[in-house]
T-cell receptor, first 116, second 109 residues
Framework: DVKVTQSSRYLVKRTGEKVFLECVQD?????MFWYRQDPGLGLRLIYF???????EKGDIPEGYSVSREKKERFSLILESASTNQTSMYLC???????????????FGPGTRLTVL | GQQVMQIPQYQHVQEGEDFTTYCNSS?????IQWYKQRPGGHPVFLIQ?????EVKKQKRLTFQFGEAKKNSSLHITATQTTDVGTYFC?????????FGAGTRLAVHP
């Protein structure tokens, strides 16, 4: 079974703090994703990585950065947390496909971040 | 850019009633995926449809992919309280997925 784990289920930080959210997958997937989920807005892609040290901006990258130093680990960084970054953050992974099809995404349990 | 729209945003039903959520894409899709997120949980893959006009069933759930491969639907027959959650459709964009906003289903016993 694919397992995607996230470093924290709940996190409370203060405005201006640097925040690290970590995600680890154990299925040797090439693709990893960070989403944020807010009521009524669904899943919005923040960043995507298809290989080690490779990253691509998603729909809402402002205020975030990412790091992928190892294949199994994808980190989301909030350089200076703000209250509007209070949200549920979900990590996902999938296999890389060269054809037109897209593989299933497997999600971690999520981190609920509150910025005070 | 590519958009995936889903309706309704929210629906509540009495247990035993049927439920349908609809998904529409602004572009033709090579495939469509459906996910379910239980309250307090994370999205979990349900199914993928690939062929034009494809219909797949999982017990009381029926998934359809439109002939033009731009729309899809999920129908639940005789809902149960275990069906509660948010259902998302997602269309591919390279190796990424574009998710609909989801339909939240509430089932009253």
């Amino acid at each position: 079974d694919v397992k995607v784990t996230q470093s924290s289920r709940y996190l409370v930080k203060r405005t201006g703090e640097k925040v690290f959210l970590e995600c680890v997958q154990d299925m040797d997937h090439e693709n990893m994703f960070w989403y944020r989920q807010d009521p009524g807005l669904g899943l919005r892609l923040i960043y995507f990585s298809y290989d080690v040290k490779m990253k691509e901006k998603g729909d809402i990258p402002e205020g975030y950065s990412v790091s992928r130093e190892k294949k199994e680990r994808f980190s989301l960084i909030l350089e200076s947390a703000s209250t509007n970054q209070t949200s549920m953050y979900l990590c996902a992974s999938s296999r890389y496909r060269t054809s037109g099809s897209t593989d299933t995404q497997y999600f971690g349990p999520g981190t609920r971040l509150t910025v005070l | 850019g590519q958009q995936v729209m889903q309706i309704p945003q929210y629906q509540h039903v009495q247990e035993g009633e049927d439920f349908t959520t609809y998904c529409n894409s602004s572009t033709t899709l090579s495939n469509i995926q459906w996910y379910k997120q239980r309250p307090g949980g994370h999205p979990v893959f349900l199914i993928q449809l690939v062929k034009s006009g494809e219909v797949k069933k999982q017990k009381r759930l029926t998934f359809q992919f439109g002939e033009a491969k731009k729309n899809s639907s999920l129908h639940i027959t005789a809902t149960q309280t275990t069906d509660v959650g948010t259902y998302f459709c997602a269309g591919p964009n390279g190796n990424k997925l574009i998710f609909g906003a989801g339909t939240r289903l509430a089932v009253h016993p």
